[in-house]
């Protein structure tokens, strides 16, 4: 009876069924949102007490005329827009150069899954060493002597390449798991029609993986913009030098934790969640446009 109308015995059951989630997600999840939108407006707040002494629009003019937060908004984008394109086309390439070895797969996905389950604290001891100015291995490979960690002009760059590497052994696995359930005939009709390589892939394949692209980007522009341990174990509880690796994460945790400005550090947290969202949408409309020519151009 899977296609039987639902009555309102039904979806009493099956509310019953999900109220355990829901339970956990509204106390987890949606209490924490309000709580932190309201505490966005709050002016005069005693965190101890809960007292809250006026409302309005005071903390996020204090953000507007803040150069610290230009600063960690400027950073942000910048991160996110070094982060996400590298990560999703490094991923993919890789996907597609995997999924042509068949039998060295399993060991290529286990190397790149690594990073995943590994400390990012261990991560951050490793590149660190990688990155030392006198000992480190790139500056052996490059013949150069730059201090990656402690030089303004290059850390945010260190901390970007730290965060591709990071986050590419996820995304190919799920890339590997698109590649796997393509339909292999539509490979095969191309290749009668006489399709190169290239025409396959632009044509046939990268069509067919967009769900998974968009899946991917979303998350990779989510967890992008919410950068934190990265910065915090690799510059050893610092926003980097001269605050060169300032992010809104990390302005956020230094207004709450370190300085208890609860209300301005809520006000940080309402615009990186807005900024989330706007870039998340466009993003997912481009690739909807993408999807609706693409889908023009075969009919």
Same mark, same amino acid.
């Given at each position: 009876m899977l296609n039987a109308k639902p009555t309102l015995k039904s979806t009493l059951v099956a509310l019953l069924y999900l109220a355990p989630l829901l339970l956990v997600v509204g106390v987890f999840t949606l209490w924490p949102l309000i709580t932190s939108f309201l505490m966005s407006g709050y002016t005069h707040y005693n965190y101890f007490?809960?007292?809250?002494?006026?409302?309005? +629009? $005071?903390?996020?003019?204090? =953000?507007w005329h803040d150069p610290n937060f230009h600063l960690a908004l400027q950073h942000t984008l910048i991160f996110v827009l070094g982060v996400v394109?590298?990560?999703?086309? #490094?991923? #993919?390439?890789? +996907? #597609?150069?995997? %999924?042509? #070895?068949?039998?060295? $797969?399993?060991?290529?996905?286990?190397? *790149?899954? =690594?990073p995943f389950v590994t400390s990012t604290v261990a991560i951050s001891l490793?590149? %660190?060493?990688l990155f030392h100015r006198q000992n480190g291995l790139i500056n052996l490979l490059l013949h150069t002597h730059i201090d990656w960690l402690n030089d303004p002009r290059y850390s945010l760059g260190t901390l970007i390449i730290v965060c591709i590497w990071q986050n590419l052994g996820v995304n190919i696995i799920l890339f590997l798991a698109g590649l796997n359930h393509l339909d292999p005939r539509y490979q095969a009709a191309a290749s009668l029609d006489g399709a190169s390589t290239w025409q396959r892939l632009t044509n046939v394949t990268w069509p067919l993986l967009l769900p998974m692209t968009v899946l991917i980007t979303v998350n990779a522009i989510?967890?992008?913009?919410?950068?934190?341990?990265?910065? *915090? +174990?690799?510059?050893?509880?610092? +926003?980097?030098?001269a605050n060169a690796d300032l992010t809104l994460m990390y302005y956020l945790y230094q207004k709450f934790y370190v300085e208890n400005q609860y209300p301005v550090a809520a006000a940080c947290g309402v615009v990186l969640f807005v900024l989330i969202l706007l870039v998340t949408g466009i993003a997912a409309g481009y690739f909807h446009h993408h999807a609706w020519w693409a889908g023009r151009r075969s009919s």
């Amino acid at each position: 009876m899977l296609n039987a109308k639902p009555t309102l015995k039904s979806t009493l059951v099956a509310l019953l069924y999900l109220a355990p989630l829901l339970l956990v997600v509204g106390v987890f999840t949606l209490w924490p949102l309000i709580t932190s939108f309201l505490m966005s407006g709050y002016t005069h707040y005693n965190y101890f007490t809960d007292h809250v002494g006026g409302f309005g +629009a $005071a903390n996020f003019r204090f =953000l507007w005329h803040d150069p610290n937060f230009h600063l960690a908004l400027q950073h942000t984008l910048i991160f996110v827009l070094g982060v996400v394109p590298a990560t999703v086309g #490094l991923s #993919l390439g890789i +996907a #597609l150069l995997l %999924n042509h #070895l068949p039998h060295l $797969a399993t060991f290529f996905r286990t190397i *790149y899954f =690594l990073p995943f389950v590994t400390s990012t604290v261990a991560i951050s001891l490793v590149w %660190n060493w990688l990155f030392h100015r006198q000992n480190g291995l790139i500056n052996l490979l490059l013949h150069t002597h730059i201090d990656w960690l402690n030089d303004p002009r290059y850390s945010l760059g260190t901390l970007i390449i730290v965060c591709i590497w990071q986050n590419l052994g996820v995304n190919i696995i799920l890339f590997l798991a698109g590649l796997n359930h393509l339909d292999p005939r539509y490979q095969a009709a191309a290749s009668l029609d006489g399709a190169s390589t290239w025409q396959r892939l632009t044509n046939v394949t990268w069509p067919l993986l967009l769900p998974m692209t968009v899946l991917i980007t979303v998350n990779a522009i989510i967890t992008s913009f919410k950068v934190f341990n990265q910065i *915090y +174990a690799l510059f050893h509880g610092t +926003a980097g030098p001269a605050n060169a690796d300032l992010t809104l994460m990390y302005y956020l945790y230094q207004k709450f934790y370190v300085e208890n400005q609860y209300p301005v550090a809520a006000a940080c947290g309402v615009v990186l969640f807005v900024l989330i969202l706007l870039v998340t949408g466009i993003a997912a409309g481009y690739f909807h446009h993408h999807a609706w020519w693409a889908g023009r151009r075969s009919s």
